[in-house]
């Protein structure tokens, strides 16, 4: 009936020692994947790759430029739309906290952080492609900034309700009016909160691809007027990625590792950012 | 020092003898300042009104992501009906429409790859939150697991095809099924990888929050640690573990580019888990621009209205589930 405690605690220790390695071989493939990608893409990136169009095939000594343009225009269009609506909400729901629309209006932010990237691609689709009468990199960032809206609005909402409401208090006691409390007092001190919320969001963005199929849609040659169809680093990437030609596949291993390592040094100075002022995501 | 606060005093002192004596500039002043007040109040109102705005515009910015998916794939809920759902052909040339084989290629993938990463994110979740808890070892492999979620799906995709693809296919060929390569068995597996970091970071934060009364409790009684995990910590977490997985599931149903790039995107009924297919995602992404017609195009929107809907529906349930479990 009962079993030997030797076997017990062998079982005990078989136990931990199956998660230990586990747990490590969850880390396998983020190497594997880095290292590959590293390996690929380091020969090709030199200074004509970041300032060169794409080549086509047969040429060689093609680059990413448009790509690269076209990529930080989407965000920064995403951003501008994205930033100031994301942190008023966020400000809303912490001032507000019992409110009716309070909870509905944070029930939708939950939704919205579960829709499926594509879906948004649709909805931008009919929302800007259909009545502008062509793809753009306008409707492309709105997709964006609908999928960064809620990573944006959790952070201030969780940072600002952190903040001890004797702050508040104080400055109101002061006689300051309520926006120039929130906007001189609240805001400055969790703004590091924010901040790292808002490159989050960035940094989760900046590798979108679902979104843009139908609303950037891609371009070969330089363009920075965003009512245009506008080339982005993942869309290269995947249109390049699965073109049957060695010159274009080699291209987008040298816009993959760009890619990842702009995206995982903004992840990883968030990281550093939180830690240092203590902020809880 | 003294003398300037002295010679502010005085200033002072003799400006509100001058408002004293002059009444004129008294009501200019106090004009200004209820002017001034006036002034803030209304900004005050303004700033309010736009925070309540905000608020507003997320509720009508999901009601209508609803309603326009709705809206738009009324033309084929009017063509096909109801039967769309279980048709098993797709054949957009003849005019045939059966999203059959897309709702099984995205359950195929998603359940698959939620059983292949279960026992790693599980063990993570355990290895963090109960084994190791604190020192630099266990906190750099908390860090790297959400780098996981932080690589780009396309550079899973790209990754998938140049390394995965080869793998499974020498594997196939020993197995003796038709070696592909692409199919539902290899984007389960680069699935599974992105999932991981979704319910191993809240089953850590879950298994932290057992209380230590508890645990101590059982290793009172002689339990080993691994009968404390198997019948303290995991019985207690239970749900915020159920909840961890139904956002990894979530995620998996949406997931687009990585299986777009490794599923093989045949709208063929898949045989076996090996056969290349499609997901009710990928499809939307292989055949949006390429739709003419408006019951096509409007049969893939109404592939994103289930999807909308299933991910909602999911999500809800886990967020439910943990705010009840932070909440006891």
């Known amino acids: 009936m009962k079993s030997p405690v030797k076997y017990r605690i062998g079982k005990s220790s078989g136990f931990q ?7 490590f071989a969850c880390v ?11 390996k690929a893409g380091i020969t090709k990136i030199n200074w004509q790759f970041f300032v060169n169009l794409p080549k086509p095939v047969g040429e060689s000594g093609g ?4 790509a690269l ?12 739309i994205a930033i100031p609506i994301g942190i008023l909400c966020g400000i809303f729901l912490s001032e507000n906290k019992k409110s009716r629309l309070a909870y509905w209006s944070r029930l939708c932010v939950d939704i919205l952080q ?3 990237s594509i879906v948004i691609g649709i909805v931008a689709y009919f929302w800007l492609v259909k009545p502008l009468g062509g793809f753009s990199a306008l409707s492309g960032s709105v997709a964006l900034a609908i999928m960064m809206l809620p990573i944006v609005i959790r952070s201030t909402e969780e940072t600002l309700k952190l903040l001890p409401n004797t702050l508040q208090e104080a400055a109101f006691a002061l006689g300051m009016p309520f926006h120039r409390v929130i906007l001189k007092v609240v805001v400055p001190c969790g703004i590091s909160g924010i901040l790292s919320g808002v490159m989050l969001s960035v940094a989760r963005i900046a590798g979108e691809t679902a979104p843009l199929l139908f609303t950037a849609f891609g371009n070969p040659y330089l363009s920075t007027n965003i009512t245009k169809p506008m080339q982005s680093l993942p869309l290269l990437i995947f249109n390049y990625a699965t073109s049957p030609y060695t010159d274009w596949q080699n291209l987008a291993w040298g816009a993959s590792l760009v890619l990842l390592v702009w995206v995982l040094l903004l992840n990883i100075f968030t990281k550093l950012i939180t830690r240092r002022w203590k902020v809880q995501l | 020092m003294d003398t300037s606060i002295n010679n502010d005093l005085n200033t002072r002192s003799e400006d509100a003898l001058r408002v004293f004596t002059s009444p004129g500039k008294a009501t200019v002043k106090s ?8 002034r803030q109040i209304k900004t005050e109102n303004v700033f309010r009104r736009t925070l309540t705005i905000m608020g507003l515009a997320m509720v009508i910015l999901v009601l209508g992501i ?6 738009q794939s009324i033309p084929s809920i009017k063509a096909l009906g109801i039967s769309y759902l279980w048709g098993k052909t797709w054949d957009p040339v003849r005019n045939i429409y059966g999203a059959f084989p897309f709702l099984i290629g995205t359950l195929l993938t998603s359940f698959l790859a939620l059983i292949i990463s279960i026992p790693f994110s599980f063990a993570t979740a355990i290895f963090l939150g109960e084994y190791y808890p604190k020192g630099w070892l266990p906190n750099l492999l908390k860090n ?4 996981i979620a932080a690589v780009p799906s396309v550079i899973y995709g790209f990754w998938g095809i140049a390394v995965l693809v080869p793998i499974v296919r020498s594997f196939e060929l020993k197995m003796g099924i038709d070696p592909v390569g692409v199919g539902i068995f290899t984007s389960s597996l680069i699935l599974a990888v992105m999932i991981i970091p979704y319910a191993a970071s809240l089953g850590r934060s879950m298994i932290q929050m057992v209380p230590s009364m508890l645990k101590e409790g059982a290793y009172s009684l002689g339990a080993t640690r691994w009968e404390v995990i198997r019948s303290v910590i995991l019985p207690y977490t239970k749900s915020g573990l159920f909840a961890g997985v139904l956002l990894s599931l979530g995620r998996a149903l949406g997931e687009t580019m990585a299986v777009t790039m490794v599923i093989g995107n045949t709208s063929l009924l898949p045989k076996n888990i090996f056969s290349p297919g499609n997901t009710m995602a990928s499809v939307i992404a292989n055949e949006f621009t390429e739709a003419d017609r408006t019951v096509y195009l409007s049969a893939l929107i109404e592939l994103g209205l289930v999807l909308f809907l299933v991910t909602v529906v999911i999500n809800m349930i886990g967020k439910r589930i943990i705010s009840r479990f932070t909440k006891e």
């Open chain 1, 17 to 23: 020692v199956l998660t230990i390695i586990l747990a």
């Open chain 1, 28 to 38: 396998v493939p983020l190497i594997a994947i880095l290292a590959y990608i590293i």
């Open chain 1, 63 to 66: 680059g990413i430029a448009n």
């Open chain 1, 69 to 80: 343009v076209g990529s930080i225009i989407i965000i920064l269009v995403a951003s501008i």
């Open chain 1, 114 to 116: 579960g829709v499926p």
């Open chain 2, 31 to 38: 004009a200004k300042r209820i002017k001034r007040s006036y």
């Open chain 2, 66 to 71: 609803m309603l326009t998916l709705i809206v």
């Open chain 2, 144 to 147: 790297t697991v959400e780098l």
